[in-house]
């Protein structure tokens, strides 16, 4: 297997990993001069220089590092006829989870208030006036992650809803779907989470016309991609407060320009594309699975599909 995630450095942790799921695997860096093309079988890969991966002529799987192989496809020479398998270990979903209901419950309790406070020693006594079940919290995007987002920020209390490309019939979350469902899904949303994938049709979507769908003073987490979101939209939308606040994990150029006004807004939180990084092991152990089902000649759910593209 060639590897390209986490930079050189990181190989000896990820041949660690696999010596632990799938001893007998040998791994070999990216950029290694004395590699044979032609006798590698498997990919494990994040942003590959475009032209790379089609050299492997013999590959029988791509592994994406995360659950967006975006960066993957974004190669017009990547080889589409290989199975992309997206990286998606149980961690993702709980990891993702957890940050959503943490950004959701900072919106919930009005954290950035506490924060301001403190940094001038001011005892700003307030009581929250809702709890999360006078929310409703909407879910743009209801795959793998998204669904388990779902059902963990239900269990918080949150009134849950999902939208999704094909209609969903999950528990307790009520469900939307297709471009004619999306307004109606945006109107009853009062804090938003995006977790899309990167394709055409999703590119540019969280944009006036979108923003201005919603209740005024919704709140928006942004954890899908940088490229989902028009910047300049929400700054204007946060000016005449019909966002009152936005939690920002990924943007369009990462990492975030030191200049870029959304460092210093006062109702944007920033995170550094961290929001669901499950640990090399955890990948590992996946992937190990996903290899061994392959070898078994059995399918699984997070094959990326070109026809829909992703
Ligand atoms: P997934 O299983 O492929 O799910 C994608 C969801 O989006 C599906 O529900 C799909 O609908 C829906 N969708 C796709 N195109 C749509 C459209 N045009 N209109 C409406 N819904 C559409 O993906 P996942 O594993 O849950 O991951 C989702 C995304 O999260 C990734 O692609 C990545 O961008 C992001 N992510 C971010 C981080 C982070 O740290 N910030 C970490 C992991 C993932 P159907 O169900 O009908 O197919
Ligand atoms: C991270 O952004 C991922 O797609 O896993």
């Known amino acids: 297997m060639v590897v390209k995630s ?7 942790e990820w041949q660690g990993c696999f010596a632990e799921f799938l001893p007998g695997l040998t791994l070999r860096w990216w950029d290694d001069p004395s590699l044979d093309p032609t006798a590698i079988d498997y990919a ?15 590959l029988k799987a791509i592994f994406g590092a995360g ?13 589409s006829h290989v199975p992309l398998v997206r990286c998606v270990p149980p961690e993702a979903g709980q990891r993702m989870a957890e940050y959503v209901i943490w950004a959701a419950l900072s919106i919930v309790r009005d ?29 743009m995007g209801l795959g793998e992650i998204g669904q388990a987002v779902a059902q963990a920020v239900r269990a918080v209390g949150f009134q849950v809803q999902g939208w999704s490309r094909t209609p969903k019939n999950l528990p307790g979350i009520r469900g939307f ?17 995006c977790l899309l994938p990167a394709t055409p049709e999703t590119a540019g979507m969280i944009a006036a016309p979108l923003l201005s769908c919603l209740p005024k ?9 940088g490229m989902h979101h028009n910047m300049a939209d929400i700054l204007a939308a946060l ?29 944007i939180t920033i995170s550094p594309h961290n929001a669901s ?24 759910s997070c094959l990326y599909d070109p026809k829909r593209g992703y």
């Open 44 to 58: 494990l890969v994040w942003a590959p220089e475009a032209g790379r991966l089609r050299r492997f002529v013999n």
């Open 177 to 193: 779907a297709g471009a004619d469902e999306r307004d109606a899904f945006l109107a009853s949303t009062d804090i938003l989470v």
């Open 111 to 139: 954290a950035r208030r506490m924060v301001s406070a403190q940094h001038s020693g001011h005892w700003d006594e307030f009581e929250p006036a809702r709890t999360a079940r006078d929310y409703r919290l909407g879910i």
């Open 217 to 225: 003073g919704a709140s928006l987490i942004q954890v899908g991609r």
């Open 67 to 79: 659950a967006g192989v975006d960066l993957i496809t974004r190669d017009p020479d990547w080889p």
């Open 239 to 267: 000016g005449t407060g019909q966002l009152a606040g936005a939690i920002m994990d990924v943007f369009d150029q990462e990492p975030l320009p030191a200049d870029h006004p959304a460092w210093r807004h006062p109702r």
């Open 277 to 300: 990084t499950p640990t090399r092991r955890e990948r590992a152990r996946f992937i190990a699975g996903a290899i061994q089902a392959l070898h078994r000649g059995e399918t699984f």
């Open 6 to 12: 986490g930079g050189e450095a990181a190989l000896a």
